[in-house]
């Protein structure tokens, strides 16, 4: 069995934080609460309930404690 090794350049930090995503489809304002699952210096992993088209431009808030 072949072990794996990490890949990624920067280190993911696991936090849970709530985040606000706002999208712009057709000049209507879609609005969707989620969560963080994982932060790093180059990007975050967020969880959402709603599909979201890939492509999509991404107005994110995170809310800090």
């Not at 890949?7 to 712009?24: C, F, G, S």
């Not at 489809?25 to 989620?34: D, H, T």
């Amino acid at each position: 069995m072949s072990v794996m090794t990490e890949r990624r350049a920067a280190r993911r930090y696991d936090l849970t934080l709530p985040i606000t995503i706002r999208t712009a489809v057709e000049k209507l304002i879609n609005r969707q609460e989620g969560k963080t699952r994982d932060i790093s210096t180059r990007g975050l992993y967020f969880v959402v309930s709603e599909e979201m088209a890939a492509g999509s431009y991404l107005d994110i808030t995170l809310t800090l404690p």
